[in-house]
């Protein structure tokens, strides 16, 4: 087989490339293979600048940083030369569109050249033609991608262009605004100038008219004064008189209101001595937090209190649903804190009959309860002195000294170091008043720590009893547990 010279035949068959083609540059772009035998163009070494998409993502980002910092002035002459910027961006974009149909061009005269060469090419000469001809397509294949982008790019930088555009003419709108009303400004000031001027200069000259009149002005001056002095002198005035007036009637007024009280409380006093005649109970005792109440007989005729069953009950008003005290059916009842603001009723029943006995007026609170309260809120634990006067329903025999330790988490009854019982706060935890038998119902207090446990237990006085319930149901209350009586 005969070996053709690929010299020889390159010299005879490549076509001559026309004369009227440009390069963007003037050597050939490198290429390799990459895998599946695609090829790869290899980065530049000598690329001196970035890329119109990296110009404009800058651009953009330092613009919308100076936005906010920049004058109205600054920010139109910023928007002007980033539109002359982006009008060169767009020439370069349109040289480098040109620079991209001048490769087409060339690609395809080579191609044309390259098949031409194929069919004088036979054995391995016509095989390096072939992958010549399918680097060539390959070529074309990554023009085309690049000028996709190309055309991305110019897409952005024309948005680019009509953004900084428009951002120009709002930018000498506002710069045009700011003159105009710089302006006005300048001609109010000068106006209220002209206008000081003015009231200075009528200043001087009343000040000067005044001088000439100062003798008979003040000597007018005098005479209003005496003519007034001596209209005092001989007949007072009406406000003085009316001052006299309403002094004298705030002194009836409150005379009228003191005398009013009075009857007020002697009435009072009279209706109560003639509810007392005509009933056969009556409720005595001071009705406030911290003392107790009993019921006693105001007949002869009346039966005997021992032998008639009470119940007492507690109620927003006397016309308001009421609600039973669970165990208290003694004739002696020690409000609690929850009595405070309500009013406590008794239903004394004998022979079929029944006489309900109401208080006055809603229970009172303790003075001082609160603030005590409070400040024994701020410690970890409260301690309190008290003696075992029941325990499960009996007479505890002894009467020494306990503690009862009331915390935020839990509540214990010991002496010294002995513990009685010491449980946390739970549903079946109850913590009350005594509503029973007690030799002191104001200071006693019924607690059951849990199911087959219970104490009476009697404190040193009254505002202990009445602070270690208090204490002991708002923290329970905070561990989302209600402290309250037997069946309430």
């Known amino acids: 087989m005969t070996k053709v010279c690929p010299e020889m035949t390159l010299s005879e068959a490549v076509l001559p490339v026309s004369a009227d083609v440009s390069f963007a540059s003037n050597h050939f772009p490198k290429y390799k293979?990459?895998?599946?035998?695609?090829?790869?163009?290899?980065?530049?070494?000598?690329?001196?600048?970035?890329?119109?998409?990296?110009?404009?993502?800058?651009?953009?980002?330092?613009?919308?940083?100076?936005?906010?910092?920049?004058?109205?002035?600054?920010?139109?002459?910023?928007?002007?030369?980033?539109?002359?910027?982006?009008?060169?961006?767009?020439?370069?974009?349109?040289?480098?569109?040109?620079?991209?149909l001048e490769g087409h061009v060339m690609l395809k005269k080579l191609r044309d050249a390259l098949e031409s060469l194929r069919g004088c090419m036979a054995g391995q000469n016509k095989e390096d033609v072939e992958k010549a001809i399918s680097m060539v397509e390959a070529l074309a294949v990554k023009l085309t991608q690049n000028e996709g982008e190309l055309l991305q790019e110019k897409f952005q930088v024309k948005k680019l262009a009509n953004f900084l555009k428009q951002a120009s003419e709002d930018a000498k709108k506002l710069v045009n605004q700011e003159k105009s009303f710089a302006c006005a400004e300048i001609e109010s000031a000068r106006a209220v100038v002209h206008r000081l001027g003015d009231a200075f200069t009528e200043q001087e000259r009343s000040s000067e008219a005044s001088k000439t009149q100062g003798p008979d002005v003040e000597k007018l001056v005098e005479e209003v004064q005496e003519a007034r002095r001596i209209k005092r002198m001989h007949q007072p005035t009406k406000v003085m008189d009316m001052q006299h007036e309403l002094r004298a009637l705030r002194n009836q007024i409150r005379e009228k209101s003191v005398n009013s009280v009075k009857l007020q409380k002697e009435i009072a006093i009279v209706k109560r001595t003639d509810e007392s005649k005509s009933h056969l109970y009556a409720l005595d005792g001071k009705q406030s937090l911290g003392s107790f109440l009993r019921i006693r007989s105001c007949s002869d005729n009346a039966p005997n209190i021992s032998e008639c069953s009470v119940q007492w009950y507690r109620a927003a008003s006397e016309t308001s649903r009421r609600e039973a005290i669970s165990g208290a059916n003694r004739t002696v009842y020690a409000p609690e804190p929850f009595d405070v603001g309500r009013v406590l009723q008794a239903d004394v029943c004998f022979n079929g009959q029944k006489v309900t006995l109401t208080t006055d007026s809603p229970i009172d609170p303790a003075a001082g309860l609160q603030s005590h309260v409070e400040s024994l809120m701020r410690k970890s634990h409260s301690e309190f002195n008290v003696v075992i006067s029941q325990m499960n329903g009996q007479d505890h025999a002894s009467r020494s000294n306990h503690v009862l330790s009331i915390g935020k988490m839990r509540i214990k009854l010991c002496r010294g170091w002995i513990t009685k019982s010491r449980e946390i706060y739970s549903t079946f935890m109850q913590l009350c008043g005594v509503r029973g038998k007690a030799n002191a119902p104001a200071k006693a207090l019924f607690w059951q720590p849990r199911k087959g446990l219970t104490f009476v237990l009697t404190f040193e006085s009254e505002k202990d009893r009445n602070a270690a319930i208090v204490l002991a149901r708002k923290y329970a209350f905070d561990c989302n547990v209600t402290l309250v009586g037997p069946d309430d």
């Open 33 to 100: 293979f990459g895998p599946d035998n695609q090829i790869v163009e290899e980065p530049k070494e000598d690329e001196k600048g970035p890329s119109v998409k990296e110009i404009v993502e800058k651009e953009t980002e330092q613009l919308s940083e100076q936005h906010k910092r920049l004058s109205v002035r600054d920010l139109a002459s910023k928007f002007d030369k980033n539109l002359t910027a982006a009008a060169n961006l767009t020439d370069e974009a349109k040289l480098r569109e040109v620079a991209s």
